[in-house]
């Protein structure tokens, strides 16, 4: 990992302590910046009690030599019980236009997708949170990192 992916990973870290919420900040960083085509990342957060509320957010971040307008992602959740559920969801990187949508920094582009607000878990546990691509593209290039955030709701 270079130095610079080290200086956005501690300023992310930073960023989200900031909050008063406690949070499950999870990341991988995609080898040479290629999402394979079977490649499925596991995200393990741990829900302590049934009481709370929780946002999920993800973030996917590229570089602005991505060539595709969208990017297609299956979530899959897994709770204590073992039941297992599949999402589908899209990520919409550029406008028509071609102009970026999210937070560019230089050559990045960071994408943020809310996937649910206010949810609240029935069981206490370990959740196991799982997203592959869907591209009908084959392996996706300058991909670079993709983070899960699980915190509290602020309502």
């Not at 991988?28 to 910046?33: L, Q, T, V």
């Not at 206490?124 to 709701?153: C, H, M, P, R, W």
Request: hydrophobic share 30%; aromatic share 14%; net charge positive.
């Amino acid at each position: 990992m270079n130095f610079f992916y080290i200086i956005i990973t501690l300023f992310s870290l930073t960023l989200f302590s900031c909050s008063d919420s406690p949070s499950n900040i999870k990341g991988h960083e995609f080898s040479n910046k290629i999402w394979k085509e079977k490649e499925k990342i596991n995200f393990d957060v741990n829900i302590p009690d049934t009481n709370s509320r929780h946002d999920i957010t993800f973030y996917l971040r590229t570089t602005t030599d991505y060539k595709y307008r969208n990017l297609w992602i299956n979530m899959y959740t897994k709770g204590p019980s073992g039941k297992e559920n599949k999402f589908p969801f899209e990520i919409i990187t550029t406008n028509k236009d071609g102009s970026w949508i999210g937070e560019k920094t230089g050559s990045i582009v960071e994408h943020k997708k809310e996937l649910l607000k206010n949810v609240k878990f029935s069981l206490k546990g370990k959740y196991v949170f799982s997203f592959e691509q869907a591209s009908d593209k084959g392996d996706l290039k300058n991909v670079i990192d993709a983070t899960l955030v699980v915190e509290n709701s602020k309502k």
